[in-house]
């Protein structure tokens, strides 16, 4: 089937346009409640958001769908993504959404749906929702007295600020650390400098100021350079750069330099594999991550289990072959242990936990092997099929036989913007460049 709705992270796109309207929003409350109304109980949904703008205009829409259907409504308001998953599970939840389009600018917005269990949903019951928005669910909806009720959650950062404390164990505290953390102007400007402190840390917030406008504006997980200034700054031991819903992070070390999801993912693996934690010898990550880190898990017998891009491809992996740590290059980290998405607050906490275990800087902590030569680079496209016409094709073949067996090719498009990915990775730095640069012209006629 093809997907209309649903990308790779749930439904994404600008906000009051197509899908992102206040109409689609509520048939897909109405879709996703009937497709969770299983049994006789009074059926619930927890839905949370981050701080854009839009999310006033979706949140009361996906409201009046799902109370249209018959089933509940609690109302978290800002919250990160990961704390939606944990509370779906925490208030024996029929289904969990969140309201947030995470690394996108304020003008997106997007709905990304949890199971009962917490879990992203499958391709299989999106497209079972996705049909049922395409239907008339007239005949679905609940009698007068059978509406749903909605509320609104008291206490929803506090419950979140005890979760990720509690991921630390009780004898690991963050005293003498002078920690930076930019919370992107996003979901968890409040819960993640809370956090940091309670566990002793001396904590410089940032991007903790949203205004429904701001939210990664020159901040973040995908604009380092204020957490970068301002480390600096402060002679801070560490920065955290988290994305607008949390749920992925990106580090800086005291020198400035950039600690990304892979070098997190090298950090937790050989932690707990030193610590017996490990539940397999190895870890689950995607297709765009560094060859450097298959090798360095190889030197400590451990090994690379990849999936295609999208933490949940990640998560389903993990959860069929029995890994307890994944994650991507852009700071999905996914520890099952703890959550059951990505959460950049906790993976942010276990690093500190090795830096603490440690005592050493965050330089030499959090750099366990050197990057083979990676360059990514996107071309934006609107509508049309440019991967799919023989020149494309052919100049990504040729690309991929230039750089030989050491080196590789990923095209993709992105499932949460109108671009085309492409990826090179090789031992020689200007020949991958070509590579990549090849190929981006050839998309780019094409789609012209």
């Not at 996107?378 to 799919?388: A, T």
């Amino acid at each position: 089937m093809t997907r209309s709705y649903f990308g790779t992270d749930g439904i994404r796109g600008t906000a009051n346009s197509w899908p992102i309207t206040p109409d689609v929003a509520m048939k897909v409350g109405m879709a996703a409640g009937l497709a969770f109304k299983r049994g006789n109980h009074r059926h619930r949904v927890v839905i949370g958001k981050d701080t854009r703008l839009s999310g006033y205009m979706i949140e009361p829409a996906l409201t009046a769908g799902f109370t249209a259907v018959g089933m509940d409504v609690v109302l978290c308001g800002p919250v990160p993504t990961p704390g939606i998953a944990m509370l779906t599970r925490s208030l024996r939840a029929d289904l969990g959404v969140m309201i947030s389009a995470s690394h996108n600018p304020f003008a997106d917005n997007g709905i990304k749906l949890f199971g009962p269990d917490g879990y992203k949903l499958s391709d299989e019951i999106e497209g079972e929702i996705e049909r049922m928005i395409e239907s008339d669910m007239s005949r679905s909806l609940a009698s007068p007295s059978e509406l749903g009720r909605a509320k609104r959650l008291d206490g929803v950062r506090d419950r979140y600020v005890e979760y990720a404390k509690r991921t630390l164990p009780r004898a690991i505290s963050l005293e003498g650390l002078r920690v930076v953390v930019d919370c992107a102007n996003g979901a968890a400007y409040r819960v993640a400098p809370d956090v940091l402190w309670e566990l002793g840390a001396e904590v410089v917030p940032i991007g903790v100021n949203p205004d429904g406008l701001n939210i990664n504006r020159e901040c973040g997980s995908t604009s380092l350079d204020a957490v970068c200034a301002k480390v600096h700054e402060v002679r801070a031991d560490i920065g955290i750069a988290l994305d607008g819903d949390a749920d992925r992070v990106i580090l800086v070390d005291e020198k400035g330099r950039v600690v990304d999801g892979d070098q997190l993912m090298a950090v937790v693996a050989e932690s707990f594999a030193e610590d017996g934690r490990l539940a397999r010898p190895g870890i689950v990550a995607t297709i765009m991550s560094n060859l450097g880190l298959e090798r360095f898990l190889a030197g400590k017998g451990l090994s690379l289990h990849r999936t295609k891009v999208g933490d949940r491809y990640v998560v389903e992996a993990m959860r069929a072959e029995g890994y307890n740590v994944g994650g991507e290059q852009s700071g999905h980290i996914v520890l099952s242990d703890y959550s059951t998405t990505g959460d950049g607050l906790v993976a942010a906490l276990q690093v500190l936990a090795c830096v603490q275990k440690h005592g050493r800087p965050v330089s030499e902590v959090c750099h366990k092997f050197e990057p083979m030569p990676q360059i990514l680079k996107n071309i934006r496209v609107k509508g049309g099929r440019p991967l799919e016409t023989d020149a494309v094709s052919a100049a990504i073949a040729e690309a991929t036989a230039r750089l030989g067996a050491t080196g590789r090719i990923v095209v993709r498009p992105s499932g949460t913007e109108p671009l085309i990915r492409v990826m090179g990775e090789g031992e020689n730095a200007s020949l991958v460049s070509a590579a990549v640069d090849d190929i981006i012209t050839a998309i780019g006629k094409a789609a012209a």
